[in-house]
T-cell receptor
Framework: KAGVTQTPRYLIKTRGQQVTLSCSPI?????VSWYQQTPGQGLQFLFE???????NKGNFPGRFSGRQFSNSRSEMNVSTLELGDSALYLC????????????FGDGTRLSIL | GNSVTQMEGPVTLSEEAFLTINCTYT??????LFWYVQYPGEGLQLLLK?????DKGSNKGFEATYRKETTSFHLEKGSVQVSDSAVYFC????????????FGTGTQLKVEL
């Protein structure tokens, strides 16, 4: 059974640009969550999508947005990039019942110059 | 809100030593508890889980018991190996937070020969 796939693995952007990250969940999983990992702030929850609807949202500015498609694949978009957006962005999938384990991809490393 | 506190690292042990990484949590209700492990350049891997009080999660020689009276979920292993060197994260979900994972700050473990 294939795991969670995130593309691309690495991205380099400059300030002010926008970026789109992609996540393909484990087959059959309907929930996709996104997390930001930085050395200073650790792992922080961005948002969760379930059946194409945002179900939960963390404390991030509106520049961070996402969506989910009917096949459960999800994209995350960050607009007007700032230096502080440099991070590892992790996607996780699960069946969607609260308390179930979530399974993570290897992440997208975003560097802002 | 929910929170997780885990012991500061880094922790350096000799091979075959006993490992304990402390984790305590604050949550309303009855969260599910998890330990995740992260190897360099990779995403998070689920190590073990427990969904209710007194449950013991175990995997690959690692164990943790859900202690509601002390709100703790300490990770233990009787004999560590060099290959266990990684960063370990304690996390919870549920308890009013839905599917969102709340993580501790992570504990880096280094095992030497």
């Amino acid at each position: 059974k294939a795991g969670v796939t995130q593309t691309p693995r690495y991205l380099i952007k400059t300030r002010g640009q926008q970026v789109t990250l992609s996540c393909s969940p484990i087959s059959g999983h309907r929930s996709v969550s996104w997390y930001q990992q930085t050395p200073g702030q650790g792992l922080q929850f961005l948002f969760e999508y379930f059946s194409e609807t945002q179900r939960n949202k963390g404390n991030f500015p509106g520049r961070f947005s996402g969506r989910q498609f009917s096949n459960s694949r999800s994209e995350m978009n960050v607009s007007t990039l700032e230096l502080g957006d440099s991070a590892l962005y992790l996607c996780a999938s699960s069946g969607g019942t609260p308390g179930q384990p979530q399974h993570f991809g290897d992440g997208t490393r975003l560097s802002i110059l | 809100g929910n929170s997780v506190t885990q012991m500061e690292g880094p922790v350096t042990l000799s091979e075959e030593a006993f490992l304990t990484i402390n984790c305590t949590y604050t949550a309303t209700g009855y969260p599910s508890l998890f330990w995740y492990v992260q190897y360099p350049g990779e995403g998070l891997q689920l190590l073990l889980k427990a969904t209710k009080a007194d449950d013991k999660g175990s995997n690959k020689g690692f164990e943790a018991t859900y202690r509601k009276e002390t709100t703790s979920f300490h990770l233990e292993k009787g004999s560590v190996q060099v290959s266990d060197s990684a960063v370990y994260f304690c996390a919870l979900s549920g308890a009013g937070g839905g599917n969102k994972l709340t993580f501790g700050t992570g504990t880096q473990l280094k095992v030497e020969l």
